[in-house]
């Protein structure tokens, strides 16, 4: 629960539903009884949330969330940035002290960093339930995308986050890079998104000494200003050398695509290259 959302009977969230749905609800509610007259975990409520309100928390998660709760309802779903809203006046309810496991006393506290809260919620998601995608975590939580993404671009840009491909390979998924070892154990490889990117755009840049070397580590060139920042010291006399070299062929190589390659490269656009369509004029 140092990690994790609210708890309920429910077992709404993700990681109660996977940890807990196997154990009796008797034993639970004598966990939570114990936690609670511990101080260990507390109760919320005032947020205007009505998805956190009523739910176990432990102290530091209940700040957390009920800093989120009260500018989820209180603008926070109409701005790019938590910290543009104005929050002076607004506070939730922690419970205090506990008659088994019914609050009897509640303390009122007002809202910590808003900035600070979400990251640290994005954090602790990730954490607890492991790799997730950024549709899936801005649908989990009540403000915008472009905020969320902010947040997620943040936390990478700090080497918090690493961005790659461990529960599928449609979309790239958001990874703890503390959590990295622990998910591969050594039995599976998690490719960086951004480690792909980095590779093509090295391959890009990469200068060659003349033209033929680059159109062998290439798939296709379409013009010759492709060369000039691919060859050290390219002519343009040089591209018509390469024009009337025989293991140079020039055509229509991907559909729409019109360029230049080698004899060794046509099997590959052969398979790369989609069925023909026949539009409108044809």
Request: hydrophobic residues 40%; glycine residues 8%.
């Amino acid at each position: 629960m140092s990690h994790g959302g609210g708890l309920d009977s429910s077992f709404q969230n993700p990681l109660y539903n996977d940890k807990l749905q196997n154990i009796e609800m008797d034993l639970l509610r004598k966990w939570v009884e114990v936690l609670c007259q511990d101080g260990k975990i507390t109760k919320l409520e005032g947020t205007g949330a009505e998805e956190l309100d009523g739910k176990w928390f432990s102290s530091f998660m209940a700040e957390i969330h009920g800093t989120l709760g009260c500018l989820s309802v209180n603008g926070g779903g109409d701005v790019d940035d938590l910290r543009e809203l104005h929050i002076r006046g607004l506070s939730y309810k922690v419970a205090t002290a506990f008659d088994g496991r019914v609050p009897t006393a509640w303390e009122e506290k007002e809202l910590g960093d808003p900035h600070e809260a979400l990251r640290v919620k994005i954090i602790e998601m990730l954490g607890s339930e492991g790799p997730q995608t950024g549709d899936v975590l801005a649908q989990r939580l009540p403000f915008p995308r472009k905020m969320v993404d902010r947040i997620l671009m943040e936390l990478e840009t700090r080497n918090v986050l690493s961005v790659g491909f461990y529960k599928q390979t449609d979309d790239a998924e958001y990874i703890l890079k503390i959590d990295e070892h622990r998910l591969i154990d050594g039995s599976e490889d998690v490719v960086e998104y951004r480690w792909v990117q980095n590779l093509v755009f090295d391959k890009t840049f990469k200068m060659y000494d003349d033209g033929f070397t680059a159109f062998d580590s290439h798939v296709l060139f379409q013009k010759q200003q492709e060369l000039l920042y691919r060859v050290n010291d390219f002519r343009f006399k040089d591209w018509q050398d390469m024009q009337l070299d025989s293991d140079i062929i020039m055509g229509r190589l991907l559909h729409t695509k019109i360029g230049y390659t080698t004899k060794e490269t046509i099997p590959m656009l052969l398979g790369l290259k989609p069925a023909p369509w026949i539009g409108a004029m044809e």
